[in-house]
Structures are given as structure tokens and as C-alpha cells.
């Protein structure tokens, strides 16, 4: 696949998925339209590969007869996958306070980390609820990036897409904003201080109290 093919695939692959996570594409409704070419400027093959990705990340489904439709997630579904995240998080946790332990990891690497955590901070302030997805969202890619397992990262990264969506469209709108900015600091501290067991813990933590708010959450059938 040439460059630019490539840059083509990843762009409608990233606008595709936006609109699914804000929901300019409904839960159930149909992705591929005349629209949607005309609106990405490109041809039919970038904007199918895009597809076949967001198929294999889970978020879209492809209907036999009818082409490729939003996924319809059921609140049981949602919360098998994050069951497994709430594992594999706490193994990211505890893998980054093993390596810190072990100096494998500094203080300067993780400062960005609390720059992130200053920026949700700083959102809680202002109320600006998406501007904070974007700065939580670049906290935990930036927690996968101090790890040396990829396989790890890739089976986060497998499930981290039914996450964020489900936190833009169901979680954050009953969260404890404070609450949650005051877990990320407390992770964080364990892993610095080279406490694996309790880094676990704590992410785990924090996984489960987002479980009950999905449980409770009345957008999902």
C-alpha cells in the first residue's frame, strides 16, 4: 500500500471513528453513504479498509445483505470488556511500578503524566467535559508507553476502543469528575514509589467504580 493510500485509509479510519464516538453515527445506523465519500474526498477502497479496521476493533459490524452498520452494544456486553480491561489495566499498573522498582523507569520519564493530570485538573475547573476525555485519553496511552510488553499494550489496545466510547457516551455524563482525577494521582503515586501490588489495586480500583456507574446507567438496554 503506497503512502499516500495509507494516509488516506487513516484518515477516514479516524473521522469514522470520531462521529461513532460522539454519535454523528447512531448505534445501529448505517456507516457507508454518498455523503460520507463526498465529505472525506476520497474513493470508495481507503474508505472500506477504514471499515474493515473499525470491524476488527469492534465498533462496527458488518450486516449480511445490508453492509456495514454501527455496533449496537448490550450493557452486558460493555461489561465483559471491562472485566478484561479491568485486569489488564492492573497488570499495566503493576508492570509500571515493577519497572520504576527496578530503575528501568525515572521520575522525568513520568513527568508527563502529571501534566496530563494538571490538564484534567484544569478541565474540572472549566467544566469542559470533552477537552478532559482528550487529556484522560492521552494519560493512559502515555501510561501504555512506558511499558516494555507490547503484547500487553496490543490487548489493551484491542479493548481501550469499546472503553473510550463508552466513557464519552454513558459514564462521563454521571462521574465524579474529582473523584476520578484523584484516582489517576493515587495510581500514579504507586507507581512511583515502585509499589507494584498496590498500583494494581488501585487502577483496579477505579475500573470496578466505573463498572457500577455502567451498571447503573439507564442509556443502555
Known amino acids: 500500500m503506497a ?9 477516514a479510519y479516524e473521522t469514522i471513528k470520531h462521529d461513532i ?13 454518498k455523503e460520507l465519500y463526498k465529505r472525506l474526498g476520497m474513493s470508495r477502497t481507503p474508505v472500506r479498509e477504514a471499515i474493515r479496521l473499525l470491524e476488527m476493533e469492534g465498533l462496527v ?21 471491562y472485566e478484561v480491561l479491568d485486569g489488564l489495566d492492573g497488570m499495566l499498573s503493576y508492570n509500571l511500578a515493577t519497572r520504576f522498582a527496578n530503575k528501568d523507569i525515572t521520575l522525568e520519564e513520568t513527568s508527563v503524566l ?23 485519553n492521552s494519560f493512559h496511552q502515555a501510561l501504555k508507553n512506558l511499558s516494555n510488553n507490547s503484547i500487553l499494550i496490543d490487548s489493551i489496545n484491542r479493548f ?8 464519552i ?13 484523584d484516582e489517576h494521582r493515587e495510581i500514579v503515586r504507586y507507581i512511583e514509589a515502585g509499589d507494584p501490588a498496590n ?16 451498571k447503573m446507567s439507564t442509556t443502555i438496554l
Not at 503512502?3 to 484518515?11: A, G, L, P, R, T
Not at 464516538?21 to 453513504?33: K, T
Not at 459490524?61 to 452486558?76: C, L, M, R
Open 114 to 136: 502529571h501534566e496530563y493530570m494538571d490538564g484534567m485538573d484544569q478541565c474540572l475547573l472549566k467544566k469542559d467535559n470533552l477537552k478532559w476525555v482528550q487529556f484522560d
Open 160 to 167: 481501550e476502543v469499546q472503553f473510550h466510547y463508552v466513557s
Open 199 to 214: 498500583a494494581r489495586i488501585a487502577t483496579q480500583n477505579q475500573k470496578k467504580r466505573i463498572r457500577d456507574l455502567l
Open 21 to 33: 464516538c460522539i454519535r454523528a453515527f447512531q448505534p445501529g445506523s448505517p456507516i457507508v453513504n
Open 61 to 81: 459490524e458488518n450486516i449480511p445483505k445490508k453492509g456495514p452498520y454501527v455496533k449496537v452494544f448490550t450493557k452486558e456486553e460493555l461489561l465483559l470488556c
Open 3 to 11: 503512502n499516500d493510500e495509507k494516509s488516506q485509509v487513516i484518515k
Open 169 to 181: 457516551n454513558y459514564i462521563l455524563p454521571y462521574d465524579d469528575w474529582s473523584l476520578s482525577n
